[in-house]
């Protein structure tokens, strides 16, 4: 099947779209932007959240045919230019990448909880980014990018 | 496969009359996990996301119709007045993302054991309004599980809102996992007190091959509130009545063994999930009678 779809801003066309296909695929494997990880598939671990009409989700459990008409803003659509959006500046400073695998997905859904909440409260970033798993950092530096994103904005 | 694009309610009824073995999808939280481990491939995909009717709640006499695609992320922020266990629920369902998306028509649909708005659903007279382009039918909760993932739905049959009555006593809801995010349920627990009846509903989640309520509880219950004139003039309830409730509950249960958790610790922990949320019920009901409109 066929997908258009308007992805950071831009109106993509995807043809033979197999029906039951995530919009996680679509994204990376058709139209060639990999910033949303693909990881365990289930929606446990939040490495493929993008925005689909400025609700953040998950890539993977969204069908590609339920994207066809609407609006997808991925990781890859944050920066301006070479502007990058203060909060992927706020995680480069604050070391809160290593291995940088879930570093798109946090970034996104702390992107989405700075824009609903100007200043988050401890409680609050924690809740919002509970679904987005890191094996990594053990969130400490990730929990300081979102404060210092948050004085920032 | 068939990926099928309504736009309006009767379109979908059509569609899923032709095609009695497509799956429905909404927010995709069950639906795309089977697809994307091939756990399942349907003949067709029935995308329902566009059919505005889903996507809506309203509320007259006292009854709130909340349409079966409205998300939780919607029903924690526009409904905790008027459905307060079904907001408590759904605050516990997956994560923000998972929220954003899932819907308790998707959770009725997939009919889980672990579906965390079940056990709030069969305490408050929840009716499901199945549709197909036949007519409409009113399904109640408590006969609508019937199986572990098997619901009263004919093959024709969507689901397009549940009918819930406004709150007019207070509800509680809980569960146990392994953290406080992105949990399906090792066992859950609802009540809802019903004052201007005098009586008090009790449901469990995730303990049985069904939702299901706990009868003997709710009777023993109800009849000691009675018994001590508790729902005129409520005091403290005494600790043997809220153990024993308890202990009822989880009476209630036949659990299996599995990967979530074991038989007996479901059972313990449906006992202390109960005597709790009991607990924060009650206060709430010694803390706010006025508000829940006195009663007998």
């Known amino acids: 099947m066929r997908v258009d779809v308007t992805v950071n801003g831009e109106a993509r066309r995807a043809d033979d779209v197999w029906e039951g296909e995530s919009l996680l695929f679509l994204l990376r494997e058709r139209l060639g932007l990999p910033g949303a990880k693909n990881a365990c598939e289930q929606g446990e671990c939040g490495s493929c959240t993008v925005y689909l009409d400025d609700v953040p989700v998950c890539a993977c459990l969204v069908a590609a045919g339920q994207a066809h008409g609407r609006e997808v803003r991925t990781v890859e659509g944050l920066a301006v230019g070479d502007e990058l959006d203060p909060v992927q500046e706020a995680f480069v400073e604050a070391g809160a990448v290593q291995c940088g695998f879930c570093t798109p997905g946090l970034v996104v859904a702390a992107h989405d909880l700075l824009n609903r909440v100007a200043a988050p409260s401890d409680p609050e970033i924690r809740e919002a980014l509970a679904g987005n798993l890191c094996r990594c950092t053990g969130y400490e530096k990730i929990l300081d990018a979102v404060r210092l994103a948050a004085r920032r904005r | ?296």
């Open chain 2, 1 to 296: 496969m068939d990926f099928l694009r309504p736009d309006t309610l009767a379109e979908a009824l059509a569609l899923k009359a032709e095609h009695p073995d497509a799956v429905p999808i909404a927010g995709g939280t069950d639906v795309m996990v089977e697809l994307n481990f091939d756990h399942r491939r349907p003949a067709a995909l029935l995308d329902l996301t566009r059919v505005a009717e889903l996507r809506q709640w309203s509320e007259r006499a006292g009854v709130v119709r909340l349409g079966s695609g409205v998300p939780y992320a919607r029903v924690i922020d526009e409904l905790g007045g008027a459905l307060p266990g079904l907001a408590a629920a759904s605050r516990t369902v997956g994560s923000p993302q998972i929220r954003n998306r899932g819907t308790v028509g998707g959770n009725l649909g997939a009919a889980s054991p672990a579906g965390d708005a079940h056990p709030v659903l069969l305490t408050v007279d929840a009716v499901v309004e199945a549709v197909s382009a036949r007519g409409t039918r009113l399904i109640p909760a408590t006969e609508f599980y019937l199986g572990v993932k098997r619901n009263a739905l004919e093959p024709d049959e969507l689901i397009a809102a549940v009918l819930i009555p406004r709150a007019r006593g207070p509800q509680q809801f809980c569960k146990v996992g392994t953290r406080n995010a992105m949990v399906i349920a090792v066992c859950s627990f609802a009540i809802a007190l019903h004052p201007a009846a005098a009586r008090v509903a009790a449901a469990i989640g995730s303990a049985a091959p069904t939702p299901r309520r706990a009868s003997a509880a709710e009777e023993f219950l109800s009849g000691e509130l009675t018994a001590a004139d508790q729902w005129r003039s409520p005091r403290p309830l005494p600790e043997p009545v809220r153990r024993r409730f308890g202990e009822l509950v989880a009476e209630a249960a036949s659990p299996i063994d599995d990967v979530r958790g074991t038989a007996a610790y479901r059972g313990h922990a449906l006992a202390v999930l109960a005597r709790r949320a009991l607990g924060w019920a009650w206060q709430d009901y010694q803390d706010h009678r006025d508000r829940w409109g006195g009663s007998v």
